[in-house]
């Protein structure tokens, strides 16, 4: 991208981020309960998937959870509320609340069109509704294995009196360890401190200079500058199962555009299989096992896997069986069938060479056929 276009991108940026800043507000948090709420946002061409998300989150331990706020990233349309009575008949437990864009605010986003809007749109209608100090942003590809997912979040927070923790660090546009920013896919914020100091807009991405050099930040991630008092939780980031690139990958695929991560279309059909898809998986399996060349259909649309490593395989395989256990105990015959499937298709079609390490050696090759099948 030409210096001039990523002048006029950033421009045309900061005039919708000025006229959302007079149409959104929030009030502080005079009074907060007791307890911490869950903000989920769910994309429209996605929400198929949304009763996943909550089968592990109702998994977690949830006994001083407030509220799981549901934000449909869309205005109104036909069957928001027939999704949202669908999802709490099948969660009873869970305090569900649910909402969606509304008025100016909400029909400018949707203008725009483009997905960091759309994060920041979602977490700050919840955090605007927040009735507790503490609320987790939780992103809708993510997936809890442990118990103490959300509750080690908060507790991190309340003992070390934290505007902001997680699990994990973003090295978005070459932020460094040291820089501390917290990733906003599983992260914690104290509300009161929030709302009662910020405006919504401030939450949202932004440009901003730190350590001599100009840096595209994410949402919260300027908010994270400002205040010292942040850290993480220690939980080990294979604690959950993080599918980044999700519904970029999926919207590519319906468009039948090129695509960056095609493999994420295998973690996509694993939680269609898992959201009530029946036979999803046998069926990619047979697409796969009777694939001749690099280009997997599934529903009749075409998914070009050349030059995806067969290593990827390998990932899957780890995740999915991490998922499987949360769920089931032991991973199911057709879930590793599945990933089985998986290896052996970009073994034939995919790219095999080796892989070095920074060392210089070689840390992967694909395995012969008797290791395979052993």
């Not at 209608?125 to 080690?152: E, I, K, M, N, Q």
Request: contains cysteine; charged residues 25%; glycine residues 6%.
């Amino acid at each position: 991208m030409s210096s001039m276009a990523v002048i006029r991108k950033v421009l045309g940026r900061e005039c919708v981020k000025a006229a959302l800043d007079g149409l959104i507000r929030w009030k502080p948090l005079a009074r907060p309960e007791e307890g911490f709420s869950i903000v989920l946002g769910v994309p429209w061409d996605l929400r198929h998937l949304l009763a996943v998300n909550l089968r592990f989150v109702a998994r977690t331990d949830l006994a001083r959870l407030r509220a799981v706020h549901v934000v449909f990233d869309r205005c109104h349309r036909e069957g928001m509320e027939a999704i949202a009575e669908a999802t709490r008949a099948s969660f009873p437990t869970l305090p569900l609340q649910f909402r969606w864009y509304e008025g100016l605010a909400g029909r400018l986003v949707e203008r725009v069109h483009v997905s960091t809007f759309y994060n920041s749109m979602n977490t700050v209608l919840a955090l605007g509704a927040c009735t507790t100090r503490h609320a987790v942003l939780h992103d809708f590809d993510l997936y809890p294995l442990r118990r103490d997912h959300f509750t080690s979040i908060v507790d991190a927070m309340r003992d070390n009196d934290w505007r902001f923790s997680g699990h994990e660090l973003t090295e978005f546009d070459g932020l460094a360890p040291d820089d501390l920013q917290i990733g906003t896919w599983t992260l914690g914020v104290d509300v009161e401190w929030l709302r009662a100091r910020h405006r919504p807009i401030h939450c949202f991405h932004r440009m901003t200079r730190h350590k001599g050099r100009l840096f595209n930040l994410d949402p919260y991630a300027w908010l994270q500058f400002r205040t010292p008092r942040r850290g993480l939780t220690g939980l080990d980031p294979k604690a959950f199962c993080h599918v980044k690139n999700l519904c970029s990958t999926y919207l590519r695929f319906l468009k039948r555009a090129p695509l960056n991560v095609a493999w994420r279309l295998h973690y996509l059909w694993y939680l269609e299989s898992l959201s009530g898809v029946d036979g999803r998986l046998v069926q990619v399996i047979d697409a796969m096992r009777n694939a001749t060349s690099p280009v997997l259909e599934v529903d009749r649309l075409p998914a070009d896997f050349t030059g995806v490593h067969a290593s990827c395989a390998n990932v899957l395989r780890e995740e999915l069986v991490a998922m499987e256990r949360a769920l089931f105990g032991d991973p199911r015959a057709e879930a590793l069938r599945y990933v089985d499937g998986f290896g052996e298709f970009l073994a034939r079609h995919g790219s095999v060479e080796p892989l070095v390490g920074p060392d210089g050696r070689v840390v992967w090759t694909l395995p012969t056929t008797g290791e395979r099948a052993a």
